[in-house]
């Protein structure tokens, strides 16, 4: 079982930046692979940003050059460095952990969530 909790959302200006962390808990860390997702009312949970368990990474189109996904084993935490934020950014952002080797790509990839942040980016 691991335990997820994301910090760092709130509500920033168009082109500011934030940073989000997860604090993970529980199994060892560095097994896991790790992703960013976010979701708007009535959407998909989408891929943002994800991790492997070797540093590779992956991005989907709209945030690549803007965010960075990177992770600290020692600490048991995956960042998300967000800059140039967007209002079409603005969604709440769920940490997720894998547990097959490799990267996820889709929501049914990942077995343990956080609660979510509130990312709100005003115009």
């Known amino acids: 079982q691991v335990q997820l909790v994301e910090s760092g959302g709130g509500l920033v200006q168009a082109g500011g930046s934030l940073r989000l962390s997860c604090a993970a808990s529980?199994?060892?860390?560095?097994?896991?692979?790790m992703g960013w997702f976010r979701q708007t009312p009535g959407k998909e949970r989408e891929l943002v940003a994800a991790i492997s368990q070797s540093g590779n990474t992956a991005y989907t189109d709209s945030v690549k050059g803007r965010f960075t996904i990177s992770r600290d084993n020692a600490k048991n935490t995956v960042y998300l460095q967000m800059n140039s934020l967007k209002p079409e950014d603005t969604a709440v952002y769920y940490c997720a952990a894998r547990g097959l080797y490799g990267l996820g790509f889709d929501r049914r990839d990942y077995d343990y969530w956080g609660q979510g942040t509130q990312v709100t980016v005003s115009s």
């Open positions: 529980g199994r060892t860390f560095s097994s896991y692979a």
